[in-house]
Each structure stands twice: as C-alpha cells, then as structure tokens.
C-alpha cells in the first residue's frame, strides 16, 4: 500500500511555509562545487522533510538533492523503495527575489515512479499524483488538451543554457515556435505543462530530483514527453536527462519532429 498522499500534502505544505516563506526575500547564500546556490530554506526543508518521511515511513530509504554523489547512488542501487527529494527547485529565484520556486518529492519502487507531489508555496498550488489514477492541481483532476495553436504559435519553455549549442543557435535563430520563455525552475515547469500552461518544452540536462515527480504528474495528466533520443525520460540513475514535452500531443509530434530534422 502507497503512503498517505493526503498527509504528505498537508506535511510539504506546512514545511514549505515554515521554511521557505519565512526566509523569502531575507535569506543569504553559498556557492556549491557545481556552480548551484545553497540557502538555509534548502538545508531547513530538506531536514525537517527528512525526518518526517523517516518517522512516518521508516522502510522507505530517503534521497535528496543535498547528499553526495556515492550516497545518491548506492541509494539508487541498493533500494527497491526510495523518496527522492527537492526541497527547494529553483533556488536562484529564491535568492533573487523571484517567486518561481518548488518543493518536490517523488516516491520510486523498484525502478519507477509511483508517487509524485510538487508544491508551489507562493501560490498554494500542490500538483500531485499517483501512478495509474490521474493528477490533481489542489484536488481538482489534471487534463492535458488540445491547445489550438499551430506549432509557430505555441508557446515554449526551454532552458537555453543547457542545449547543445548547435541547436540552441538554430532555436535562437529561427525558432518554429511563436515565443520563448524559461521560469527557472524544472519542477514548476513540468507541473505547469500538465495544467496546460504553455504548449512546449524543452531542457538539456535535467537531474533526478527534477524529474521524478513532474514525469509522472505530466503524464498522469495526459501529457508526452521523452529525450532528445526518444527514451523515456526517468531513469533511477543520477546522469543528467534532456527532456521534449508538451501536454499537447498534436504539438508534441511536431516539435519533437523538428527536434529530429535540427539534430541530423
């Protein structure tokens, strides 16, 4: 039997309010070894996150962003259960002022994701889901739709910085979308396709973490989404992972299309 989704709602959103809304706009920053920033919000989430989902669900093992590489991966090799955690997705906007961030926790099980909430604390939005029974946006059932829009009118979101520069100099040059934006945040991105905010997407390298629970919140809600070489995008493994989507799938087959005709 899954965990309670209804109190893990209720506990990620207290905790994003505790931690992350309280030191919204006054809080200082480090610089981890891989360029990221690091807050107290981040450490303060993930360790009462932490020991909530430990006394609660102590069989279940517990993978966050904030642990080193070796952890993270025994964890991935040796658990058939395991949370994975992001306790504060888009923390340069954070730091910056933005509101665009995101609390995310994806329950995996023997190589899957079954469980998947994200939870924007600036507009009390939780996008949740369950594998094989839907997604939800605060209780109300997602449905990813038609949009309507030709392919050179769609809106896209696409995080630049991460492309392979040949395609990001064609996308910059002569994109077949209308126009471009990118939020900073991968885990607010994946839920806002599912609740079909924008018609495209596109990212180079997206971690573990930033994933798992959107694939399955996107696509629970209806919505398509794969590499840059046509694999499924979750993967229990740590590499980084290039991500296609939309909740359009009319668009979808049109954009990874072009995707395909930029790359040969």
């Known amino acids: 039997m899954l965990p309670d989704i209804a109190r893990l709602d209720r506990q990620i959103r207290l905790t ?56 993270q991966e025994q964890l991935l090799r040796d658990t058939d259960w395991l949370w994975c955690l992001d306790p504060l997705d888009g923390t340069s906007n954070f730091a910056a002022g933005l509101p665009l961030f995101a609390t995310s ?14 939870y924007d604390p600036i507009r009390d939005e939780m996008f949740s889901a369950i594998h094989g029974k839907g997604a939800w946006l605060n209780g109300r059932r997602l449905q990813c739709r038609d949009s309507g829009f030709p392919l050179e009118n769609a809106v896209a979101l696409i995080d630049f910085k991460r492309l392979p520069p040949d395609l990001r100099q064609r996308l910059s040059h002569s994109p077949p979308y209308g126009s471009q934006r990118n939020i900073g945040s991968s885990v607010l991105e994946w839920a806002w396709m599912a609740a079909n905010r924008g018609q495209l997407y596109l990212h180079g390298g997206m971690k573990l973490w ?5 694939t399955l919140i996107l696509t629970e809600a209806g919505g398509k989404a794969c590499t840059l070489d046509n694999e499924p995008v979750f993967r229990p493994r740590m590499q980084p992972r290039s991500v296609v989507a939309s909740p359009d799938l009319r668009l979808f087959d049109a954009w990874y299309r072009y995707l395909t005709q930029a790359a040969d």
């Open 210 to 214: 930033d994933l798992a629970a959107g």
């Open 16 to 71: 994003a309010r505790e931690e992350i809304l309280s030191r919204y706009q006054q809080v200082d920053f480090s610089i981890k070894q891989d360029g990221s920033l690091l807050t107290e919000a981040d450490l303060a989430t993930n360790q009462r996150l932490q020991q909530f989902l430990q006394q609660q669900w102590p069989d279940i093992a517990f993978l966050s962003e904030e642990m080193e590489v070796s952890q």
């Open 105 to 118: 926790l994806a329950l995996i099980s023997k190589g899957e994701v079954v469980m998947g909430l994200s």
